[in-house]
């Protein structure tokens, strides 16, 4: 057991901030592998992308969508970037989970989807 | 990069070596007054044995009434030396109980601290890792809410760490006033002045300690000793093994039959329902309950009825009583406690660095 005088908060920082980067190093290496990553998901001629977590970062509607009346158009524009989401998350949980530990990935929002989720990306 | 870390580290582990700091004079301090006293008394005994001495030579060379009473006096003044040296050994045992309780508090905190410093790391390690992400709007709210996560989080650690070196501080308040209340600088006092039992046996404990971190107790209650059982007593158990063992009475043998019906029920921590979830203490509570006796809900408050002196006078019902967990002997050298799930092993004293506190029979 280690006592109250031999706790050194310098080394320890120091230790932190080398795994810390090591952690930087790898998850950059990995991001370059895979690509950004995005979430997508279309339906019914519309196309949402988010960025992991849910920022939108692309929507395309089309002609046809338009005629489904505002509220149908509406609601399918919510459901899919709710879908393009959990499809983020669920690469970033991929890309890593080397790098982090599942508990760290899944508070954030990371996480895997099972093959029957009807959001996984190729059901 | 590193003095960012450790300005986070520094931050984080505030309250934890607040009280370390606190911790590290007073363990000194109480070490001191213990020696003091050991000193103290080792000079007394030598004071007295002088003074017997003295008294046998007195009564060997000489007769009459001046020398009986010379005598007299002489064995008065032993008498009170002894009060005296009895008076010091109770409070060197009180000191050495404050400074056993100081160290259970003091390795509570270095673990709440090893506990946030694991989070920080976690923490760190994720802000680089997230800093893949595009746009730079989204790596920013990722790493807003890690580091949101890691305040939560030692928020509430360190509110672990307060309670612990609460309960630290009261111990040693309640040990404080318990010395106080005994009126501790009398030595004249006609009556002997006895050093608890329960002080007396705990260096028979603290040998069973096999990790290093030593025995020790946490603010260990004084009780009767238990005694042995008398011929013609006992009730018959019969043990899963196919062997018949003596419970020391009734409810002892039903509390061990009913902690033996929940083998194999899963540890679930907090539980106390029997046949579905069960903690350790929950398991020795419900099955005494079940026996018509009412434990206190957590392990270390389960340290009641009378104490059992040593590990060769354990009878089925007696609990093993660490800091944090406890078990009940069932005979034959075994135990039963909740680990997961529910199940029998051989009595140890040992628990995964905990204090071992002691052997109790609820029934006793």
């Known amino acids: 057991m280690r006592s109250v005088a031999e706790f050194d908060v310098g080394l320890e920082a120091a230790r932190i901030a080398d795994a810390s980067a090591r952690a930087g190093v790898e998850a950059s290496a990995r991001f370059s592998r895979s690509g950004p990553v995005v979430g997508k998901a279309e339906s019914h001629g519309v196309a949402v992308s988010v960025a992991p977590g849910g920022l939108l970062v692309g929507l395309a509607i089309s002609r046809s969508a338009l005629r489904s009346g505002s509220d149908a158009l509406a609601s399918l524009i919510m459901e899919l970037s709710g879908r393009a989401t959990r499809r983020a998350g669920d690469r970033m949980n991929e890309v890593l989970s080397p790098v982090l530990d599942q508990d760290q990935l899944v508070s954030l929002g990371y996480e895997r989807l099972t093959e029957d989720d009807p959001d996984a990306q190729y059901s | ?364």
């Open chain 2, 1 to 364: 990069m590193t003095a960012e870390v450790e300005q986070v580290v520094r931050g984080g582990l505030d309250t934890t070596n607040r009280f370390a700091a606190k911790l590290e004079h007073d363990p000194g301090a109480i070490n001191g007054a213990r020696d003091g006293h050991v000193a103290l008394r080792t000079s007394v005994g030598q004071v007295r044995d002088q003074a017997g001495a003295q008294r046998a030579n007195l009564a060997n060379s000489a007769s009459g009434y001046t020398a009986d009473r010379a005598a007299a006096a002489s064995q008065g003044l032993e008498k009170e030396i002894q009060d005296l040296l009895d008076e010091s050994a109770r409070i060197e045992n009180a000191v050495a109980v404050a400074a056993e309780t100081l160290h259970v508090g003091e390795i509570r905190n270095d673990q709440v601290r090893d506990q946030i410093v694991r989070e920080i790391a976690a923490s760190m390690k994720a802000l680089q890792a997230v800093n893949g992400i595009q746009p730079p709007e989204s790596r920013a709210a990722a790493a807003r809410q890690i580091l949101l996560q890691l305040q939560a989080k030692i928020g509430q650690l360190t509110g672990q760490a307060a309670t612990f070196s609460e309960q630290t501080i009261d111990q040693l308040t309640s040990l404080g006033r318990q010395l106080g209340g005994s009126d501790a600088t009398t030595t004249s006092s006609a009556s002997a002045t006895h050093v608890p039992q329960s002080f007396n046996s705990n260096g028979a404990h603290t040998g069973g300690g096999g990790d290093g971190g030593g025995g020790g107790f946490v603010g260990k209650p004084r009780l009767p000793v238990a005694i042995p059982p008398q011929p013609g007593t006992g009730v018959d158990i019969n043990l899963p093994g196919g062997r018949t063992v003596k419970a020391p009475n009734e409810t002892a043998a039903k509390a061990v039959r009913a902690a033996l019906s929940q083998l194999g029920v899963p540890y679930v921590w907090g539980g106390t329902a029997r046949g579905q979830g069960l903690d350790c203490s929950g398991l020795t509570m419900t099955s005494y309950q079940d026996a018509g006796l009412q434990l206190p809900r957590t392990a270390r408050q389960q340290t009641v009825g009378a104490e059992v002196p040593s590990i060769d006078q354990l009878l089925p019902g007696d609990l093993v009583v660490w800091s944090g967990h406890v078990a009940m002997v069932i005979g034959d050298g075994q135990m039963v406690e909740a680990g997961d799930p529910v199940q029998v092993g051989k009595i140890r004293t040992t628990n995964a660095g905990q204090q071992f506190i002691g052997f109790y029979r609820p029934t006793g």
